[in-house]
């Protein structure tokens, strides 16, 4: 067997735009942590003929399958028919699973009705998997070496039957591949500037298996060890410490707002935003962390030059002679909301998110974000491409990572 699994996501909902399909990303990295390999994921609607056909092309290729979606008690929850004509099984009624959903009615003070107790039906002979947040269990079924494992649609249920009896089943296997693999985030360049420095150092002469994934202004690398290449592995993950130096943020997975707080939290420092273009971007992403009240006191969104001059403090005559979109103003802008705010460190971003608003000497994209703190104030010029939610996604990275650079 080797360690591959298919995933088949079902669900009308998934192909008409209403609801995104999180399990590929979560499960996909999930088995990458443990040694295994999503090889595809594949869409289909909540219709028999649709879903056989992918189960029986994914089970074609891989020795795994998990299905998610179509176990509930609807007309239109028919993953359980398919596996069942596939394994030749019958649908029976899991008695054990049946009390635990009259039970949780019971307690709710739900009135039961017949269609409640369908979510208790599995097919014959599988191993049921006890669902801890919701009524459908999985199921596992095996037909000689292939594994059909059923699962809820829901995320918070789709991966805690994973967790609970499918990630241990894995494991158990021992099988995964375990070669090593490190990540590294950066932030500041782009995918072949990377590619170039490290090519430039020798990284293409070594048998390492590298992946680049990039995003806006940043850039994740993922190096993987080639059976009976380790010391080219250690020294593409030198090499690349050396090149890249101080653009890494993370050698893991870890976000950019996760680096900031650490850093901040680990010298006992405090920060504050003031935002103009991004409009609260970069305090969302810092508060959305759990303990970010140690590390983050506030922030000001200063779209109107008013809000820049009579709440941050800046000079009147320095608007109306750099513009808002300037160095100057960035500056005087993070060490306005550093007082206001009585932080260590104040971050500001200024800047033409477009797609209207530019001119010739302040084109769309070009942004100023600055790093004040009570010693000296630091900033930087970006000039971005891509369209508005791009520029202010870039431009809330490049300011979290200018203040990463200075704490
Ligand atoms: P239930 O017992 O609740 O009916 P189910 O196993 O029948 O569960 P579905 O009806 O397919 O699952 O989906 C239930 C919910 O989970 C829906 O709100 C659906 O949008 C969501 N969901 C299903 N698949 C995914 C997915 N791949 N990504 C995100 N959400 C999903
Ligand atoms: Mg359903």
């Known amino acids: 067997m080797a360690p591959e699994i298919e995933l088949i996501t079902t669900g009308a909902e998934l192909l008409n735009g209403s609801t995104v399909n999180r399990h590929a990303q979560w499960l996909g990295h999930a088995l990458e942590q443990r040694g295994w390999r999503l090889l595809r994921d594949t869409t289909v609607p909540d219709d028999t003929a649709a879903i056989a056909d992918a189960l029986r092309g994914a089970l074609s290729r891989c020795d795994v399958v998990l299905v998610s979606g179509g ?3 609807t007309s239109d929850d028919v993953t359980r028919d398919v596996v069942a004509a596939w394994a030749g099984a019958k649908i029976v009624m899991h008695e054990p699973t049946r009390l635990q959903v009259v039970e949780i009615y019971r307690t709710r003070n739900k009135p039961l009705n017949s ?3 369908r979510h208790a039906l599995v097919v014959e002979g599988a191993r049921v998997l006890v669902n801890h947040h919701g009524l459908a269990p999985g199921e596992h079924i095996q ?12 995320p918070r249920e789709f991966q805690g039957i994973l967790h609970d009896h499918i990630f241990p089943w894995l494991d158990g296997m021992n099988m995964g591949c375990h070669s090593r693999r490190q990540w590294f985030q950066t932030a500041g360049l782009g995918e072949s500037d990377i590619a170039a420095l490290l090519n430039a150092g020798g990284l293409a002469e070594l048998k390492v298996d590298m992946a680049y994934c990039a995003k806006p202004s940043q850039v994740s690398l ?13 020294r593409a993950l030198s090499l690349i410490r050396g090149k890249l ?9 870890q976000s950019i707002e996760q680096a900031v707080f650490d850093l901040l939290k680990l010298r ?3 920060m504050a935003a003031a935002e103009s273009c991004t409009g609260g971007m970069l305090g969302q992403r810092i508060t959305a962390l759990p303990g970010s009240s140690a590390i983050f006191n506030g922030g000001v969104v200063a779209y109107h030059n008013d809000i820049k001059q009579n709440v941050l403090g800046v000079g009147a005559d320095l608007l109306a002679e750099k513009g808002a979109v300037s160095a100057e103003v960035a500056c005087a802008m993070a060490a306005g909301v550093m007082k206001l705010c009585r932080a260590d460190y104040g971050v500001a971003i200024t800047g033409v998110a477009g797609p209207g608003g530019g001119s010739p000497e302040k084109p769309v994209g070009l942004v100023y974000i600055a790093v004040a703190d009570a010693q000296q104030t630091n900033w930087q010029e970006c000039r971005l491409g891509g369209g508005r939610e791009t520029v202010r996604e870039a431009s809330v990275l ?4 200018l203040l990463r650079r200075r704490v």
Not at 222 to 234: F, L, M, T, W
Not at 245 to 253: K, L, N
């Open 245 to 253: 130096a101080d653009a890494i943020y993370s050698d893991g997975d």
């Open 222 to 234: 993922r190096v993987q060890e080639i059976a009976g290449h380790p010391h080219d592995y250690d």
């Open 398 to 401: 490049l300011a979290l990572d």
């Open 143 to 154: 037909k000689n070496d292939k594994h059909a494992i059923l699962l809820p649609g829901p």
């Open 71 to 73: 176990l509930g008690p």
């Open 268 to 270: 006992g420092k405090t």
């Open 115 to 117: 269609m409640v107790e």
